[in-house]
């Protein structure tokens, strides 16, 4: 193995460290969690709104039609995302994964 080669593997050897650990923390920062509170329409046509206990969270769904439960107290699981800084605040963006209808209307 010639002395540029050997450099090279050593020196790739935290890089790719830091990938590894870099790719575990992003794992970290996504956790299943449920929430509960009220669903209404956001700004946009496909946007959803959940505030529960004094926050935001921006709900997206690929398999759940959130559109049929605006206006309900509802139940959703799911993954939370990193919180972005908003007009009104932190905002975490919540993908749901399912939906329980827990009361007709928000209180």
Avoid: W
């Amino acid at each position: 193995m010639s002395l540029l080669t050997r450099t090279a593997a050593i020196l790739a050897v935290p890089f790719f460290a830091t990938l590894l650990v870099n790719a575990g923390s992003q794992t970290e920062k996504l956790s299943d969690v449920t929430l509960l509170g009220c669903l209404s329409q956001g700004d946009q046509p496909k946007q959803f709104i959940m505030k529960s206990q004094d926050k935001t969270y921006i709900l997206r769904s690929s398999s759940v039609n959130l559109a049929k439960h605006v206006g309900q107290t509802v139940s959703v699981s799911g993954s939370l995302k990193k919180a972005e800084t908003g007009e009104t605040g932190q905002v975490d963006r919540f993908k749901v994964s399912s939906l329980s209808k827990v009361s007709n209307s928000c209180q």
